[in-house]
């Protein structure tokens, strides 16, 4: 009896077995035409003068600006100050951008015709899709085809294999 009572919990206790397996696989295709991008940053405009034995009858310097146009540039009038020495004279300007306050709109092939253009500019066209594509099937991995400048293509297969115990 009593080995029957020792034996007793071991068949209680006895572990359950449960196993689950899971199996996935992704296919996917990403497909991307970049647009185009235009920035442009207007600059103003700037006037700065210096100098060593010299006088200046009348200063340069910037008048004001209006809504279509940049501040311009008037010119000063200087004279040495003591004939015979030696002078400096630095004088140095930048006319400044003229002011827009519209941006062309897109052309049907997503491009700006004639972007507003400042100072400091830069410019990306955009991509074009050209023979750019993609394809999914049941069978097989996905499958890519290059397209034109500007564009980017990805094809993925992802394979996932779990089994928990």
């Known amino acids: 009896m009593r080995r029957a009572l020792l034996m007793l919990p071991f068949f209680i206790m006895s572990s359950v077995s449960a196993a689950e397996i899971t199996s996935r696989i992704t296919d996917s295709v990403q497909l991307t035409?970049?647009?185009?991008?235009?920035?442009?940053?207007?600059i103003g405009s700037s006037y700065?003068?210096?100098g060593t034995n010299i006088t200046a009858s009348q200063m340069g310097g910037l008048a004001a600006p209006t809504a279509t146009a940049?501040?311009?540039i008037t010119a000063g009038t200087y004279t040495m100050t003591t004939a015979g020495?030696?002078?400096n004279l630095a004088e140095t300007s930048t006319m400044g951008d003229t002011p827009v306050t519209e941006?062309?709109?897109?052309?049907?092939?997503?491009?700006?015709?004639?972007?507003?253009?400042?100072?400091?500019t830069t410019t990306f066209l955009g991509g074009t899709p050209g023979s750019l594509a993609g394809t999914l099937t049941s069978t097989g991995v996905p499958t890519v085809t290059a397209g034109g400048a500007g564009t980017t293509a990805i094809g993925q297969r992802t394979v996932e294999l779990s089994v928990f115990q």
Do not use: C, H, K, W
């Open 33 to 42: 035409v970049d647009g185009p991008t235009v920035q442009s940053t207007r």
């Open 48 to 50: 700065s003068v210096s």
């Open 70 to 72: 940049p501040a311009a």
């Open 85 to 87: 020495q030696s002078f």
């Open 103 to 120: 941006q062309t709109a897109l052309t049907s092939g997503g491009r700006i015709d004639e972007p507003n253009l400042y100072g400091n």
